[in-house]
């Protein structure tokens, strides 16, 4: 079975940078639809970014041109980097999976706090 971990969470000043990593075991991601999500305290899951097999990327408008993501299909990872962030992008950020008919398999999550 598929499992994920991120990383790469931390604190930053508004304006900054920061790098997530998520790496799979237990099987390859190669063949599998991968995004990533985040939570805010008190707020729903939002959509950050989407990437598919052959490197497609989907955003929302709010982050296009400020989050990257990519996709290492040899080291079994997938990547988000993220500039110019702000304190709204604060929240706890996922990595996930489409295996099945869903995002079936999720990480445990990073965080990542924006500071004024």
């Known amino acids: 079975q598929v499992q994920l971990v991120e990383s790469g969470g931390g604190l930053v000043q508004a304006g900054g940078s920061l790098s997530l990593s998520c790496v799979a075991s237990g099987g390859t991601i190669a063949t599998a639809l991968m995004a990533w999500f985040c939570q805010a305290p008190r707020k729903e899951r939002e959509f950050v970014s989407l990437i598919n097999t052959i490197g497609n990327t989907i955003y929302p408008d709010r982050l296009q041109g400020r989050f990257v993501i990519s996709r290492d299909n040899d080291k079994n990872s997938v990547y988000l980097r993220m500039h110019s962030l702000k304190l709204e992008d604060t929240a706890v950020y996922y990595c996930?999976?489409?295996?099945?008919?869903?995002?079936?398999?999720w990480g445990q999550g990073t965080q990542v706090t924006v500071s004024s």
């Open positions: 996930a999976a489409k295996i099945g008919d869903d995002f079936d398999v």
